[in-house]
């Protein structure tokens, strides 16, 4: 079955603790990209990569960093998370950068830092 | 930074009345998109549109994109209580890794 599969699904976690949210999909999809949602402010894109070892910077990627070293994982690293950082993440992959592929979607890791 | 804006952002309505959903920018997108999300779940789309001007139909779904490229709708024709959902539009540019989201439109549909 094609997916994006994020894990974990739920983490509560302390100020300072290093994490790191995996993503990874079966599709052999180019391009993935990492979203936080919070209420009222839909998805924010925190980093997407157009290929392998190609990354890039979305609008709120301050206090994250991601890696590409294979097709199919896409891991964000959150160093020292901070309460701010407490969101539901989405993990996402499409064919090609290009705007007319489908994005599928992981189903969400909420993570809570305290 | 390209901006989307989505209106209304709640909207409570009885089974079989109709709907329209708003998505505008100042910006030009190459393509724009629109998804559903239910609760606990990843978006899941539901259309693309790419050209100015351009209709596309989805059951009782209607989506259309602006001809300048800046804004579109969904038209939700006798909704129905499972059309309750998060409505995403998002817009992207052609080989650009950047995608901008809407804030959302929160529907309910009441039996």
């Known amino acids: 079955e094609a997916q994006v599969t994020q894990n974990p699904r739920y983490l509560i976690t302390v100020t300072g603790k290093k994490l790191t949210v995996t993503c990874s999909q079966n599709m052999n999809h180019e391009y993935m990209s990492w979203y936080r949602q919070d209420p009222g402010l839909g998805l924010r894109q925190i980093y997407y990569s157009m290929n392998v070892e190609v990354t890039d910077k979305g609008d709120v990627p301050e206090g994250y960093k991601v890696s590409r070293k294979e097709k199919r994982n896409f891991p964000l690293i959150l160093e020292s998370p901070s309460p701010n950082q407490t969101s539901l993440y989405f993990c996402a992959s499409s064919l090609t950068p290009r705007g007319d592929t489908e994005a599928f979607f992981g189903q969400g890791t909420r993570l809570t830092v305290v | 930074t390209q901006l989307l804006e989505q209106s209304p952002q709640f909207l409570s309505i009885q089974e079989g009345e109709n709907l329209t959903v708003y998505c505008n920018s100042s910006?030009?997108?190459?393509?724009l998109q629109w998804y559903r999300q239910e609760p606990g779940e990843g978006p899941v789309l539901l259309v693309t549109v790419v050209t100015g001007g351009e209709v596309k139909k989805l059951k009782r779904l209607t989506f259309q994109f602006g001809d300048a490229r800046k804004d579109s709708s969904l038209h939700i024709t006798a909704a129905q209580p499972g059309d309750t959902g998060l409505y995403l539009c998002?817009?992207?540019?052609?080989?650009?890794?950047?995608?901008?989201f809407g804030d959302g439109t929160t529907l309910t549909v009441k039996p």
């Open positions: 910006s030009v997108f190459s393509s």
């Open positions: 998002a817009g992207r540019n052609t080989n650009a890794g950047k995608s901008t």
